[in-house]
């Protein structure tokens, strides 16, 4: 899979918070932007999505109605993967240590990190709070949700 550009993702996320194919239209009226894309560039995005395999359509009369084709964790993944092969000589400990010490982390993210890395070690202390830590942070779009 091929890594997302800043529309591109900004539409996949639409998608996945939808649930559901959405058309053209819809989506627009999804994006948070203040001023939107033109209708055409989405359409034009979509079918980018599409070829790169993130995104599938079915057609409902002349139109199209769009959907994810990949979870959020699998194209988190692809991209992370191509971030750390081109950024970090394809070094999760590179990554890692870098993401550490470059970002002021709350104690319960230090903690979290903590039980993650227990748990690859096969020796996770707290086997209740491990489902937790793999859950998904809340998207953009529902934080602003919640505010």
């Not at 918070?17 to 058309?23: K, M, R, V």
């Not at 932007?33 to 055409?40: G, H, V």
């Not at 057609?59 to 993967?81: C, D, F, N, T, W």
């Amino acid at each position: 899979m091929a890594d997302l550009g800043e529309l591109e993702a900004v539409i996949m996320d639409q998608l996945w918070d939808a649930g559901e194919a959405l058309t053209v239209r819809e989506l627009l009226g999804r994006l948070p932007r203040k001023r939107p894309p033109a209708y055409t560039t989405v359409l034009t995005i979509l079918r980018t999505l599409e070829a790169k395999g993130y995104v599938r359509h079915e057609e409902e009369g002349r139109g199209h109605r769009y959907i994810a084709g990949v979870l959020p964790q699998a194209a988190r993944k692809s991209a992370l993967k191509h971030l750390t092969d081109k950024l970090f000589k394809g070094s999760s400990e590179l990554l890692f240590t870098h993401l550490v010490s470059d970002q002021k982390l709350t104690p319960e993210q230090v903690r979290r990190m903590r039980q993650l890395l227990a748990g690859k070690d096969g020796d996770a202390k707290d086997a209740g709070a491990k489902t937790d830590v793999h859950k998904d942070p809340p998207s953009e779009t529902q934080r602003r949700k919640e505010r």
